[in-house]
Structures are given as structure tokens and as C-alpha cells.
């Protein structure tokens, strides 16, 4: 049972997605088709029970149409620079506009990805152009986490960390 | 205008990984990355199958997929919308795509953990762009069409098997860049390749031999497909992959040891093309580099389309040498001055010949050798005829010998290496001549 007093994700795990990650997320459609797109950002919420996914609208219009009418998400966060990856699953995720603390996630985020970049061998300058979200209209998907996965490469990946049924 | 898979395949080069998303049977979403998006054609990529986990579980429950690929350099975003179709584990594909990955997993420190079980094979939908903000490409991908005509057009002047080769070669460097290069021919029926021709080497390794299977190289020749790696990775290393192979082949008695493979001893990029003349397998074309992602697509496009030409050459120069006049039989040349001795000992088990005791060749070149010497001691023959040699029954050469132009030119490099005073040069079209500045003194034990 999921003990509603304590949030899925824990220090570390909080540390790790806070920590310039590449972020994306999935949806899909009535007829189970699935969309994706790479998020610009991410901003965990204090008490740790909330996540918002920030996307370029323009870049993530047929997901966020399919987060609005099924509210079923998967989230993949990988560090670049160690392979560890986890992947988040909401059953109840929303849409909502972003707003100007999740601009300035975005602006904090893009830098620490950069550095992530940075240190496998791509130039700062290819971060800003891969997420595109200067001058655009950002879009904020908001969920609570239901069950972790890990995904980092390996016999362990596709193993439940926590949550779920 | 739609765009197809070759639009992109800048993206499918394996720099930054691809990510796929999948939806369960009872509706959920999954996203997971993707080691390796590969070309197969305009309309089908193949995805890496590394592990059995919930991507695998959804595509087999419902096919439906979308991926987005990233390009290395401008930062440019491409979704791709998928209709998984079926999984091969074995053939070219899979060979293809395994060797890539190697590199792949070597590159990113994931050797030993990377290992492909499959290609997923899926039906591309549609390709859209994602609108973010790409970088211009400053430095655009060199353009190889002018260089690949210049290679084309001077290959396609060349009348003899040995000027051929060296004009490809040549050309790959000069016209394209690429400075390591090598041609390894087979006949029909081996499962093994001897190299012919390199260049940018410090030991030429004519004569060195690979067998099917090891390294990519002999994964090309086996599988018919090229073979292309990115990244240096000791998986596709020569040396103990050439002898478990030859074990594997059965070919390890006959297999050509003493002359050591030239290649580079870790690469970092390397493509082997097939040479393909209808369903034959002629040979392999080979080339390496100690930069990373050297060769893409583009060049392996470049490298197919000159190992076209040059099989429908080889075969075409194998054809007007069949044809050629019976050979003239001359007198041999006078020669002035002290002459030393060369004691020439032939091994009838392997052909194996040596010099004054030391190493020359063996096989079907060895072979070739020993006959023109013992015509030369006997009945003082210095020009022979391919012909003849072809037909010569004492040679017990294998039943098909479609490159003997080949052996010879392998034969006459290695002499010139190995020897100061035995040469062979050509003397016309199909003939040539056996130049023997020496006493010769032939041993052939048992």
C-alpha cells in the first residue's frame, strides 16, 4: 500500500531529477497511440508530491491534447553523464499555463543540462537550441508520481523502485 | 513536402539517443530511450532490442510507437510515428546493427551491458519536424559527389587489376580524405579474404588473410552488408577474433598466418563494404580512421557505389585476360655481373615457398611461384601467359580461381618486398614476365 504520509520520491531521487537531467514525457490518444516530446524543464514542488513537466507548447501540442482527455503519463529522466535513468508513471496528470516560477525552473534547468552536455562533449550552445524555449509559449504538466521505475541500462532496468499497485 | 527516413538519417548516426515512446494493451504510456535508430530504407528504421522490459511487452501487445531523434550537430528534432512490424536476430541487419552498437557501448562505457538481442524492425509513418530553435550548420557535411566522380572516372580508365586498385585507393585519399584503405579479395566458395592492395600503412600486409566472420571486415564479407562502426571498440579487434574464426570456418591449417594483418591496431571508425558482382561476393573494401564518426552514411553510400564498379571491373578485366593470345615463349634475359644464390624451398602441403629461409607466401600464390621457377630452372622461361596458368593442371589450383590476376599481383608485391632479385612484371595484357636476377637453387623436401 502507498502510505500517503510519505512522498515517493526521497531525497536522493529528488536530488537526481533537480539535478540537470533530460527530461520526457509520454501520453497517448483514445486509440492507444502514443506521444512523446522532450520536456524544457521540470519543477518539483517542496513537499515532494508534485511534479510539473514544462514543455514548449508549439513542441508538445498532441501530447498535451492527449494529457487533457486521458491524464496517463510516463516520464523518462536519464543523467547523461552516468546513464542512470528513472521513469515516473502518473494516472492523473493535468495541464495548466506556466507560469513565471516555471520560466525561471526552465532558465535554472537549461543551465544545469548544459553542464550535463558540457561534459560529454556538447558545446554550451546546443542545449538552447535543443529545447527551443526562448520566446515560446511554455506549458506546465502537472503530476502526482504513482510509481517509479528505474531504467538505467543494465540487468536491473524495468525494475519498480516504488509505488503502484 | 513529407519528409522519409533518408531526410534525417543525420540524426539516426547514433549520437544522441533516440526516445521511444510505446502504450500498453490496457493503456498505459511508456517512454524509454533507444541506443540505436537504423536506416534500413526511405520507409523502415530498425531499433536496437536490448533488453526485455515494458517497450517490448507494449510493441508486441500494440504496435503503435513514436520516436523522436535528435541531429548531433544542429540540435534538430524529428518525430517519427512507428507501426512495429516483426524482430530479426540474426542476418545483416542484426550484424550490422550489433557492430554499430559495440562502438556505441564502447563510446558511452556501457560494453558488456549493451548487447543486441534484436532489430525491431518498424513501418515509418510520417516524420514531422519539431519546432525548436536548430543551430545553422556552419560547417556543412563535406559534399562527396565531385570526389566520387573523379574516383569513378579514373577507375573507369584503367585497363590492368593492379593500377585499378591502386587508382581506387589513391582516390580515397585524395579525392575523399580517407588515407586507410584496403582491398581483400575471396574466391567463390572460401570462406576466407586476402588482402591485395592497402595504403596509408606503414607494412603494405599484402597477402594477409581474414576470414569470414572476424572483425568487420569479415563480418561484411560474411553477411554481404556493410559493417560500420563509429566508435573504437576492442569487440571487433583483429587477432584473437582471426583465429577463433578460422577455427569456426575450419580454414585454421590453411589459413595465411605469418603475414600480419596491416590494419590499424584500434581504430576508431571503420566501414567495410562488400564487393558484389550479382549473388558473388568478389571481395571486401575497407577503410579506418583514428578519428571518431569518421564514416556515415554518406560514406558508405560513396564506398558501395565504387565497390559496384569496381566488381563489374574486376570481372570484366578477368574476362578480356581469358581471352588474351597464347603466351610467347622467350629466352632468358642475360644478365651480367657476380650472381648470387637464392635457395627457393617449396612446401607441397601448403604451397608454403621461403627464400634463403625466410617466408614468402603461400596457398595458391606459392604455388603459382614454384611452377614459374621450375619452368625458368628447366626449360629457361621468363613469359608466361594467365592462360596457361589457369589451365595448367599441375598446379591443382582450386576448381575455380576467378581472380588469378589477383594472386599474381599479390605474388609480385610480395616478392618486391621480400626479394631483391625475383620479379614479376607485366608483359601485355594476361602475361607477364619472371625476372630472376640470381642462381636459383629449388629444394622441395619430402
Known amino acids: 500500500m502507498l502510505d500517503a504520509a510519505v512522498p515517493l520520491i526521497d531525497d536522493d531521487t529528488a536530488r537526481f531529477i ?9 501520453a497517448r490518444d483514445h486509440r492507444l497511440r502514443p506521444s512523446l516530446v522532450r520536456a524544457c524543464g521540470l519543477r518539483l514542488a517542496q513537499d515532494r508530491r508534485l511534479l510539473r513537466i514544462l514543455v514548449v507548447r508549439a513542441q508538445a501540442e498532441p501530447l498535451l491534447a492527449d494529457v487533457l482527455a486521458h491524464g496517463r503519463v510516463a516520464v523518462v529522466l536519464s543523467e547523461v553523464t552516468t546513464h542512470r535513468t528513472l521513469q515516473i508513471k502518473s494516472m492523473h496528470a493535468r495541464v495548466e499555463p506556466a507560469d513565471a516560477m516555471d520560466r525561471g525552473a526552465v532558465e535554472q534547468y537549461e543551465a544545469r543540462f548544459a553542464a550535463q552536455l558540457d561534459a560529454i562533449g556538447y558545446a554550451p550552445p546546443f542545449v538552447p537550441s535543443l529545447l527551443g524555449w526562448r520566446g515560446a509559449e511554455l506549458a506546465a504538466i502537472v503530476l502526482q508520481p504513482d510509481a517509479l521505475y528505474s531504467q538505467t541500462p543494465g540487468p536491473r532496468a524495468g525494475v519498480k523502485l516504488r509505488g503502484g499497485a | 513536402m513529407s519528409l522519409v527516413v533518408d531526410d534525417i538519417r543525420a540524426c539516426l548516426e547514433g549520437g544522441v539517443p533516440a526516445l521511444l515512446a510505446s502504450c ?4 498505459v504510456p511508456n517512454i524509454t530511450y533507444v541506443s540505436q535508430v537504423h536506416r534500413l530504407d526511405a520507409a523502415h528504421v530498425a531499433l536496437s532490442f536490448q533488453f526485455f522490459n515494458k517497450t517490448r511487452e507494449n510493441i508486441l501487445a500494440n504496435p503503435q510507437a513514436s520516436a523522436e531523434v535528435v541531429h548531433p550537430r544542429s540540435a534538430a528534432r524529428f518525430r ?12 545483416a541487419l ?14 558511452t562505457g556501457m560494453s558488456g551491458i549493451f548487447r543486441l538481442q534484436g532489430a525491431d524492425i518498424y513501418q515509418v509513418l510520417a516524420i514531422e519536424p519539431v519546432p525548436n530553435q536548430p543551430m545553422p550548420l556552419t560547417s556543412c557535411a563535406r559534399n562527396l559527389l565531385p570526389g566520387l566522380r573523379r574516383i569513378a572516372e579514373q577507375m573507369a580508365a584503367q585497363t590492368q587489376l593492379d593500377a585499378l586498385l591502386d587508382t581506387l585507393l589513391d582516390g580515397l585519399d585524395s579525392a575523399l580524405g580517407i588515407e586507410h584503405s584496403m582491398v581483400l579479395l575471396s574466391e567463390p566458395g572460401e570462406c576466407k579474404l586476402y588482402t591485395v592492395a592497402t595504403r596509408g600503412y606503414p607494412n603494405s600486409g599484402v597477402g594477409a588473410e581474414i576470414p569470414f566472420g572476424a572483425g568487420v571486415i569479415g563480418v561484411a564479407a560474411e553477411q554481404r552488408a556493410p559493417i560500420r562502426i563509429a566508435y573504437a571498440t576492442a569487440e571487433y579487434a583483429y587477432g584473437r577474433a582471426v583465429r577463433e574464426a578460422a577455427l569456426a570456418q575450419g580454414i585454421a591449417d590453411t589459413l595465411e598466418t605469418e603475414i600480419p594483418f596491416p590494419g590499424m591496431p584500434a581504430p576508431h571508425s571503420q566501414l567495410a563494404v562488400p564487393i558484389r558482382c550479382g549473388t558473388d561476393l568478389l571481395g571486401v573494401l575497407y577503410v579506418e580512421s583514428p578519428e571518431d564518426q569518421r564514416f556515415g552514411y554518406d560514406e558508405e553510400d560513396a564506398l558501395l557505389a565504387l565497390a559496384s564498379q569496381l566488381a563489374v571491373m574486376l570481372r570484366a578485366l578477368r574476362e578480356e585476360a581469358e581471352d588474351e593470345a597464347e603466351p610467347a615463349v622467350g629466352p632468358a634475359p642475360t644478365l651480367s655481373g657476380p650472381r648470387v644464390l637464392t635457395c627457393v624451398r617449396h612446401y607441397r602441403a601448403d604451397h608454403s615457398v621461403f627464400l634463403d629461409g625466410a617466408y614468402l607466401i603461400k596457398g595458391v600464390a606459392g604455388a603459382i611461384l614454384w611452377k614459374l621457377l621450375r619452368a625458368h630452372v628447366d626449360e629457361g622461361r621468363c613469359e608466361f601467359s594467365n592462360r596457361e596458368l589457369r589451365l595448367d593442371a599441375s598446379l591443382r589450383l582450386p576448381d575455380i580461381v576467378d581472380n588469378l590476376e589477383a594472386r599474381l599481383i599479390l605474388l609480385r608485391k610480395r616478392l618486391a618486398e621480400r626479394s631483391a632479385h625475383i620479379r614479376i612484371e607485366t608483359a601485355g595484357r594476361g602475361r607477364f614476365r619472371l625476372c630472376v636476377d640470381c642462381r636459383l637453387q629449388l629444394d622441395e623436401p619430402g
Open chain 2, 80 to 91: 517519427m510515428h512507428l507501426r512495429y512490424l516483426r524482430t530479426e536476430s540474426e542476418g
Open chain 1, 18 to 26: 533537480e539535478g540537470g537531467v533530460s527530461v520526457s514525457v509520454a
Open chain 2, 24 to 27: 500498453s494493451a490496457d493503456g
Open chain 2, 94 to 107: 542484426f550484424e550490422s546493427m550489433k557492430a554499430k552498437l559495440s562502438g556505441i557501448a564502447s563510446h
